[in-house]
T-cell receptor, first 118, second 114 residues
């Protein structure tokens, strides 16, 4: 099966511009997650979708970040306007329905979208 | 809140030798899961191994084994018979029961030398 696909792999924008990152999860995975790794620090959770609903968005840094998952398939993460501190790698992951804590419910990650804000 | 600590930012290992990557964690949860992921230069995060906090046996997956010491709150990854393709960054992560969020350590870069 196809894995988690993220686009673009790398985006370079200027401060104040807008960027939209896209994630295509594994087909049939209800759970979709966004994570971010900034400047070599720990990978941090941003938010979690169950189908099209936001289950947990406690990790979203501020209202310049907007995530959507229309129809419960692919997801987009928009940063508007981008700031220098938004530079980093944005990971998307997906997992099957249910499970939650279960060890069988392993998150499958994409290769990430590297965002550079100048 | 959970905190994962990986104290080794980088390691070198000779091909065919074993390497141990340290991971300690801090949590007040009684039930949780521990994960290791590998990130090669391609960028994709690859799941390697899982250990449940109530599992009595240490997890093993091929050349990967997890040395789980619950009382010490450590979950070290052991890679046996290292291969050049094992060169990558390795992340330790955990998730509490009932939670979907993973908490990650800072990662350890492993370089395998021929």
């Amino acid at each position: 099966e196809a894995g988690v696909t993220q686009f673009p792999s790398h985006s370079v924008i200027e401060k104040g511009q807008t960027v939209t990152l896209r994630c295509d999860p594994i087909s049939g995975h209800d759970n979709l997650y966004w994570y971010r790794r900034v400047m070599g620090k720990e990978i941090k959770f941003l938010l979690h979708f169950v189908k099209e609903s936001k289950q947990d968005e406690s990790g979203m840094p501020n209202n310049r970040f907007l995530a959507e998952r229309t129809g419960g398939t692919y997801s987009t993460l928009k940063v508007q306007p981008a700031e220098l501190e938004d530079s980093g790698v944005y990971f998307c992951a997906s997992s099957p329905r249910g499970g939650g804590y279960s060890g069988a419910n392993v998150l499958t990650f994409g290769a990430g979208s590297r965002l550079t804000v100048l | 809140a959970q905190k994962i600590t990986q104290t080794q930012p980088g390691m070198f290992v000779q091909e065919k030798e074993a390497v141990t990557l340290d991971c300690t964690y801090d949590t007040s949860d009684q039930s949780y899961g521990l994960f290791w992921y590998k990130q090669p230069s391609s960028g994709e995060m690859i799941f390697l191994i899982y250990q449940g906090s109530y599992d009595e046996q240490n997890a093993t997956e091929g050349r990967y084994s997890l040395n789980f010491q619950k009382a010490r709150k450590s979950a070290n990854l052991v890679i046996s018979a290292s291969q050049l393709g094992d060169s990558a960054m390795y992340f330790c992560a955990m998730r509490a029961r009932g939670d979907y969020k993973l908490s990650f350590g800072a990662g350890t870069t492993v370089t395998v030398r021929a």
